[in-house]
């Protein structure tokens, strides 16, 4: 999934994630085999990383968010989207997840089936009458539900599902039991990593996976994000959700086109696409309606006058703020040229005097040339 953006401005994306977690991360976008990819933590940093450049794409053609929600894995990526999750807190945090997840499979081995033709009361039966260690893992459309668990119990589960009237049951390709009580022990290293991390209030809404309901407040997100780990992921919901809420084309950004064609039975009247390659991006982009210029705003959404300005980044890449500047010293002095951090090895030097109103740009976010930094009160 990788070789369409190898000469894309967007790979700095993965050459960024490759420096930051002493990975060779290119490798599995660009040679990794299915086995390989198979792996729980490749499969995690691979996608993470994809949907991010591929988000990153989005944003240099000048296309951003109105909400924002992500599959099991790609709620992490919705969080980034929303500015929830820096870039770098974000790999950190998919990184462990991933490792806490293959640890639990290879305590607790299971596997994960997707049903078809059934609805998601009758699984919940099937399941019952199963017994053992299988569960009802993901919500996905109208006539799809995952199963997961224990290996034999799910085998016990399909075969009563098919006697429920299922057309069809699928196996899906993961390293575990995943969205089930079998991952209980992944969720205390997760809940560690999750405390060294530092979120924030999304910028937009974000719909959780857990209940298909918005959060604003950090602390919910980091024990929703535990709770993901061994809870049903309620897919249906939240797209029914975002499309009750006025959203008018749902957006599928990275590898696969899955989310979509869920989408598309779920809320039919909605329109999707999805976003993998550098065309794709172009020609999405190139087919929005062009908006009408505008001023600069401030975080607070009011137009900067005469006596205000911005500083902006001059490249692509992570936001550093430098020391000073690391406690958002709103209302401090900055003089001509002082920096205020960095972007990868460029610095960013103030072209104005004045009084700072507020760092815009979180540490570890992944920020485009141009994009705001800090906002300044020249007078």
């Known amino acids: ?104 499979a290879t305590a607790r081995p299971g596997t994960m089936v997707a049903v078809l033709g059934l609805d998601d009361e009758a699984a919940e039966q099937a399941c019952q009458q199963a ?20 290996s034999d119990a799910v085998s016990a589960a399909v075969a009563a599902a098919k006697a429920l009237g299922a057309r069809r049951v699928l196996p899906i390709p993961v390293g575990g039991a995943f969205h089930t009580p079998l991952m209980a022990s992944a969720t205390d290293a997760l809940a560690v990593a999750l405390e060294a991390a530092s979120l924030r209030a999304p910028r937009t809404t974000v719909i959780a996976n857990v209940d298909a309901c918005p959060h604003q407040e950090p602390a919910e997100w980091s024990k929703l994000l535990v709770e993901q780990l061994s809870s049903p992921v309620r897919w249906r919901s939240t797209i029914e959700r975002m499309a ?74 992570v936001f550093q703020p430098s020391e000073r500047w690391r406690e958002n010293l709103a209302g401090s002095r900055v003089e001509v040229g002082e920096v205020l951090g960095t972007v990868g090895e460029e610095e960013i030097r103030s072209r104005f005097s004045g009084v700072v109103m507020g760092i815009i740009a979180h540490d570890g976010e992944q920020v485009l040339p141009s994009q705001p930094i800090a906002w300044l009160r020249t007078a």
């Open 131 to 150: 017994g053992g260690d299988v569960w009802v893992a993901n919500l996905n459309a109208p006539g799809q539900v995952v199963l997961s668990g224990a």
């Open 244 to 317: 009750g809420d006025g959203t008018s084309t749902l957006v599928e950004v990275g590898p696969g086109g899955v989310l979509s064609g869920l989408a598309r039975r779920i809320v039919p009247e909605v329109g999707t696409a999805s976003l993998a390659t550098p065309e794709d991006v172009e020609r999405f982009a190139d087919a929005l309606p062009p908006e009408h210029p505008h001023p600069p705003t401030s975080p607070d959404g009011e137009h900067l006058h005469m006596a205000e300005r911005l500083v902006v980044s001059p490249a692509a890449g």
């Open 1 to 104: 999934m990788g070789r369409p953006w190898v000469d894309h401005g967007s790979w700095a994306v993965v050459d960024e994630a490759c420096d930051l977690l002493h990975l060779d991360l290119a490798s599995l976008l660009l040679d990794a085999d299915a086995d390989e990819l198979a792996l729980t933590i490749n499969a995690q940093l691979a996608t993470f990383v994809t949907s991010l450049m591929v988000l990153d794409a989005l944003r240099r053609s000048g296309v951003t968010p109105a909400a924002c929600a992500g599959h099991s894995l790609g709620e992490y990526s919705a969080l980034a989207a929303a500015g929830s999750l820096s870039f770098t807190d974000g790999l950190r945090l998919v990184q462990a997840r991933g490792e806490a997840m293959q640890a639990a």
